[in-house]
């Protein structure tokens, strides 16, 4: 019993270290940006593989290391807006992607569960950013550039929505494969 409840914390105390570990590495990968060449004010990184890593070894830790990425960022890009779509683009991807693949993992073999989180991830990120970028772009444009409302409205729907969305969904096809890689190679260390 008390050999059993020691096993636990340690366990406890290595998914700490590990989440935080996770998030640390994030960082230094936010400062790697590839241009995405259909609009080049957004930028391809690493930093949603160990954010994505993290949320499934704990999700609740992985949240609660978010605001900590978020003021990070913050201080090195003091552009706001960005930094809660940087966010938010990785939590619409993380979580969907760690909860579906812990629910579908039980019932099926691990690459059809994978194949599964995935799809749910895609879909999740795609349409959470298609939303905030339709409700926030429009107005941000106006106050950045003093564009014509109607201008901003235009653009975002014309330009701006179809080129969020092939971004964002390359972004899961690189994200999801790799930390679900990563995950089950922690997993089977038994360090999870």
């Not at 930028?43 to 003021?71: C, E, M, Q, R, W």
């Not at 939590?91 to 993992?105: G, N, V």
Request: aromatic share 16%.
């Amino acid at each position: 019993m008390v050999r059993h409840s020691y096993r636990l914390q340690v366990l406890k105390i290595v998914r700490i270290a590990l989440t935080s570990s996770l998030a640390a590495i994030a960082i230094p990968l936010w400062f790697f940006k590839i241009p995405y060449p259909l609009a080049t004010f957004l930028k391809f990184d690493l930093v949603g593989v160990p954010y994505a890593v993290a949320t499934l070894i704990s999700t609740p830790l992985a949240l609660a290391l978010t605001p900590v990425l978020f003021l990070v960022f913050l201080y090195f890009s003091p552009d706001v807006i960005a930094i809660s779509m940087k966010i938010a683009a990785e939590i619409s991807t993380a979580i969907p992607l760690a909860l579906s693949y812990r629910k579908f993992e039980k019932k099926l073999d691990s690459n059809k569960a994978s194949l599964i989180a995935f799809a749910i991830a895609m879909v999740s990120r795609v349409t959470v950013m298609n939303i905030f970028n339709y409700l926030v772009a429009p107005y941000w444009l106006v106050w950045t550039y003093r564009w014509s409302f109607e201008a901003a409205y235009n653009w975002t729907i014309s330009f701006l929505l179809p080129a969020v969305s092939g971004f964002n969904a390359i972004c899961v096809a690189y994200i999801a494969p790799l930390s679900l890689a990563i995950y089950r190679i922690i997993k089977r260390l038994g360090i999870e």
